[in-house]
């Protein structure tokens, strides 16, 4: 990728915005790692500590259907340099939490205000050029997945060194950085439409009744993340019992494994720039039911977890890359409300999953994930089996 794709869009800038939506996300998701830490120091049950995931899923959707639209109407920089501000805000509320409710504040108010990477999103999407789209796209992707899954990494890491309430006071700082980062960078961009905010978000259901594409997108989007969510947010205790009995940081080491799926998003990409997203989708769906044959032997082998985490992350980047490209391909005056009404799907999915595993872990063991998992994905490939029977006309035509 060079400096000449778009208007703009250097490669520098690319890296700079994929890096801030991983830093934005991940700040959702720092808590995964932490849960059994967070529950011994606040005296939480092990079944409430799943509302602290609920609450940056439901908050990141709540952004995500009455922020992220503003983006077809406010200038774009402008927009984006607040909301990182805001969230930074929500941060530094998590870091000092002393009790449940302060925490889900932070959580809450962190969720909200970091959905201003899916502003990010639709604006490099908008100044990239129709042919490396895609590829762009897919990198963004990239860094919005390497968040999702490094930031447990990154929370494990500290809160073996020192209390989990460094996690989010460290993470505030990479915060200020990168968004004094993009005030330098970041080029002004207004979309020039004539509604207002109601009908502006009134536009979004406009969108799913006259948008097959978007309409179905959604529903792999909702089945996708609540599969990613139903292994990611009971991961952490199955890896505290026996017969792991693993530290925070060890758990955050499986953001590792989980990262391999983010490398396969710009080839993804590509082969939605060249027309082949409908394969990629097939082949995604495909790996996410595969997925949870190694899954179903986590409990005795620490191989067949980490294969099982590596190929349901991959199919997960897969299956998003691939909606997000077909997506982009309809209505370009309306990107961003595209965009939100596709993401508010995606994330409500990861919140079904998050509070639903927490749930099934509790009362019924991992057992009950493996069959969760394998049902949502063969309900994903039937969905998908008759939206390819019903609409024969290609995506990207």
Not at 209 to 238: C, G, M
Not at 310 to 328: E, G, K, P, R
Request: contains cysteine; charged residues 10%.
């Amino acid at each position: 990728m060079n400096s000449t794709h778009s208007q703009g869009l250097s490669f520098w800038l690319v890296f700079l915005m994929a890096f801030a939506i991983g830093v934005t996300i991940a700040s959702n998701y720092y808590a995964q790692p932490l849960l059994h830490s967070i529950t011994h120091d606040l005296h939480i049950a092990v079944e409430h500590a799943g509302s602290i995931i609920m609450t940056a899923q439901l908050s990141y959707a709540v952004g995500l259907l009455f922020i992220t639209p503003l983006g077809d109407m406010i200038e774009r920089k402008r927009l984006i340099l607040i909301l990182m501000l805001l969230s930074t805000c929500g941060l530094v509320i998590s870091a000092s939490s002393q009790n449940l409710w302060m925490l889900i504040v932070g959580t809450a108010m962190t969720g909200l205000f970091s959905t201003v990477a899916q502003v990010l999103i639709p604006f490099a999407a908008t100044l990239a050029k129709p042919e490396h789209r895609g590829k762009i796209v897919g990198t963004l992707m990239s860094g919005m997945l390497l968040g999702i899954l490094l930031g447990r990494t990154f929370a494990g890491a500290i809160s073996t060194i020192a209390d989990w309430h460094y996690v989010y006071w460290i993470a505030t700082g990479i915060m200020l950085i990168v968004t004094f980062l993009l005030w330098l960078s970041l080029p002004r961009y207004r979309n020039h439409i004539s509604i207002n905010y109601l009908q502006l978000l009134l536009s979004i259901g406009a969108l799913y009744r006259q948008e097959p594409v978007l309409k179905i997108r959604s529903l792999l989007a909702i089945t996708s993340f609540a599969l990613f969510s139903l292994l990611w947010t009971p991961l952490a205790f199955l890896l505290t019992d026996a017969p792991y009995h693993y530290s925070d940081f060890i758990i955050g080491l499986f953001g590792l494994a989980g990262a391999a799926g983010a490398l396969g998003s710009p080839i993804v990409g590509k082969l939605s720039d060249k027309g082949k997203g409908k394969t990629a989708t097939t082949i995604g769906l495909a790996l996410l039911l595969a997925s949870w044959l190694p899954l179903s032997l986590a409990q005795y082998s620490i191989i067949a977890l980490i294969l099982g985490v590596i190929l349901l992350d991959f199919a997960v980047q897969v299956t998003h890359v691939s909606n997000m490209s077909a997506i982009y391909q309809i209505r370009p005056e309306a990107r961003s409300r595209i965009n939100t009404g596709y993401m508010v799907s995606y994330f409500t999915g990861g919140m079904l999953g998050s509070v639903g595993s927490t749930y099934l872990f509790s009362h019924y063991g991992w057992i009950a994930i493996v069959i969760a998992g394998t049902i949502l994905g063969i309900l994903g490939l039937i969905i998908w089996y008759f939206y390819t029977k019903t609409y024969t006309i290609s995506e990207t035509s």
